[in-house]
């Protein structure tokens, strides 16, 4: 799955993935092709909850949930509950990324590649009681093929499997249609066929009516009030080993000044921002006794994303989306005439990386950056004279066009993101020296008219997982609305069959380099179309309590995020500190030995994969 920060769905989403670099691909590949073990050297019964009282670790959220199925969730809030509710086929090593066991213990490919067989886990077991076995694993995927309500978050891993089967309680087959290079990381959820089967409606089921939620993953979902919380309890049967915590508490905060106040009192463990603290906030933090500020290379980037006509797969019109927008020459004038360096120093505060290409350079096996002579770097005057070139030239201080109209833009805001509201701005001051208008409409929910396609610009950013799939499949044909308005996996209605063909052929792509190669084309294609601009990599930046908190993995972990990791590492690594129960009560635990993070801008070695996780709830909202 991925998660997104694009459009109305994604922090995703937030919803990708198999390449493994640096050998680990060959790894995938061949028979018994899986990494035995336990990832981050901890045996199940190091994972013991604390002696003394109940544990719980509450986390400040600003992102609501859009869904607790599996099958819808999008936001990377919600996507980040799913890898803890529910285990995948296989996950992330915390350190470099590579493919390593999840429910599926070992995956090998036929001479041909065309069918893949997972040996599935015997100890990994419902919270119910009930065997996890590869039925499930079957029935969900084929959910998935079968009805278009199920394969809405994920229905890109399916879309070229020809057929599941489960020979075995132990044995699960897909066979594909053609060769497809994410069958190492798909990234779908696997659910309990048991009780998903009495499921009528998958559209409109959001699983949150019965609780605890039946599960397999370290964490098992009790209780959840829409906009309060999410709350969750160890996994004691969980095949990894169980939490340290006893409850994780997921708590949402609309003011993140009033989270941050919250972390100060202790009243919650850890503060993850919107979707990062704010430089402001951090600095508050520094030197708080007790608090430790994590920062480091982000998976996200953020970027503008304009509507280049909102359609739907049978190539409807709907929305109304400023019609000088399908003009490629006005959409590099905008991005032309935008600083960032300006929005990098003053707006994050260095917090950032400059953007450039579509993927982050944490993952470096993706990371591509355009010639010099293909750069649209900041230029006024180059700016200016494409929209001269356009027909839309100045009349007074206002650009109008060939119809005597003003060109006048509005872009689409987060209410509860600060950085939209202050790069906003600058848009609006640069773009006005231009002669256009801008109107920056900053919302509680953007998901409604970024559906709709009633927006002329947005600010847009995904959550980059390992593999670059996901993240490239929602610029496809396919991830189209079947009808206007429709929630789809769309980023922001891009449809171009020299795209569309790039992307398959990545997909059949086995090899690791030329893989990169074809992703490296699709992203130079992105970047000259004009759709959409990526600004800045923003560093993860959060903070935690050490008197609540002892230790917790990041990822990776020389150096990475906490929140929204590509994986389950966090919570489940996470340690009380020592004297008792962190309840989140703000309480006087003793410090703990806290893992110390360097933050630099790591280059992961071998790189890995990315993967973008989903769709659309408003940019910055995928995973």
Not at 86 to 115: Q, R
Not at 471 to 500: Q, W
Request: with cysteine; hydrophobic share 40%.
């Amino acid at each position: 799955m991925v998660e997104r920060v694009p459009p109305p769905s994604a922090q995703p989403r937030s919803r990708l993935r198999v390449l493994l670099a640096s050998g680990a691909a060959a790894l995938a590949l061949a028979a018994g092709s899986v990494v035995p073990g336990m990832p981050l050297g901890a045996a199940p019964q190091q994972a013991q909850a604390a002696d003394s009282g109940k544990s719980t670790l509450t986390v400040a959220v600003a992102q609501s949930v859009d869904s607790l199925s599996p099958f819808l969730a999008q936001k990377l809030m919600s996507t980040s509950i799913t890898r803890l509710m529910y285990d995948f086929l296989t996950n992330y090593d915390p350190k470099d990324n590579h493919a390593i066991p999840g429910l599926a213990t070992k995956w090998e490919p036929s001479a041909d590649k065309l069918t893949w067989t997972y040996t599935i886990r015997p100890d990994s077991k419902w919270s119910d009681g009930q065997q996890a076995t590869a039925e499930d694993a079957a029935w969900t995927f084929n959910k998935m093929m079968t009805d278009e309500a199920a394969a809405q978050a994920n229905g890109n891993f399916v879309a070229n499997f020809k057929k599941v089967t489960a020979p075995s309680p132990t044995q699960l087959v897909i066979e594909l249609k053609e060769p497809q290079a994410t069958m190492a990381a798909l990234d779908v959820p696997i659910v309990p066929k048991h009780v998903w089967e009495k499921v009528g409606d998958f559209s409109k089921f959001n699983n949150d009516k019965a609780f605890p939620i039946v599960g397999n993953g370290p964490f098992v979902v009790t209780d959840y009030k829409v906009d309060q919380y999410v709350k969750l309890k160890a996994n004691k049967d969980f095949w990894r080993g169980r939490p340290k915590f006893d409850e994780l508490v997921f708590k949402t905060y609309k003011d993140q000044d009033a989270a941050v106040a919250a972390l100060r009192k202790g009243e919650v463990s850890f503060v993850a921002g919107s979707p990062a603290l704010t430089p402001a906030q951090a600095a508050s933090l520094k030197g708080e006794k007790n608090i430790k500020i994590n920062e480091g290379p982000g998976r996200r980037f953020f970027a503008l994303a304009t509507n280049p006509g909102a359609q739907t797969k049978d190539g409807k019109k709907f929305g109304n989306g400023n019609k000088a927008l399908l003009d490629q020459k006005v959409r590099q004038a905008l991005f032309l005439s935008v600083d960032r360096k300006t929005i990098i120093d003053k707006v994050f505060q260095g917090h950032a990386v400059e953007g450039q290409g579509y993927i982050p350079p944490r993952f470096s096996a993706y990371h591509w950056q355009p010639t010099a002579e293909q750069s649209l770097a900041y230029d006024p005057a180059k700016a200016a004279k494409l929209l001269d070139e356009a027909g839309y030239r100045l009349k007074g201080d206002q650009r109008v066009g060939k119809d005597g109209k003003p060109l006048d833009l509005r872009i689409l805001c987060h209410a509860t993101d600060p950085n939209d509201k202050a790069i906003g701005k600058y848009l609006k001051e640069w773009w006005g020296k231009l002669g256009i208008g801008l109107k920056v409409d900053c919302l509680d929910n953007v998901s409604v008219p970024w559906y709709a396609g009633e927006y002329d610009l947005a600010f847009d950013g995904w959550s980059v997982n390992p593999d670059p799939d996901f993240v490239l499949g929602i610029h496809t044909c396919a991830a189209l609305p079947a009808k206007a308005k429709d929630s789809a996996t769309t980023d922001n209605f891009i449809c171009d069959k020299k795209y569309d063909e790039l992307y398959k052929k990545q997909l059949a792509e086995y090899d690791p380099a030329k893989r990169a190669g074809i992703v490296n084309e699709m992203q130079s294609w992105l970047y000259d179309s004009g759709y959409m601009s990526v600004i800045a990599y923003p560093n993860a930046v959060e903070a935690y309590r050490t008197d609540q908190i002892k230790s917790i993995t990041t990822m990776p972990e020389a150096a990475g995020n906490i929140y929204g990791q590509d994986g389950y590492w966090s919570w489940w690594s996470a340690a009380p500190a020592s004297g008792g129960s962190s309840d989140s009560s703000g309480g006087s635990g003793s410090t703990g030995v806290v893992i110390g993070i360097i933050v630099v801008v790591v280059v992961l070695a071998g790189g890995g994969l990315f993967i973008a996780k989903r769709r659309r709830n408003t940019a910055d909202d995928r995973e």
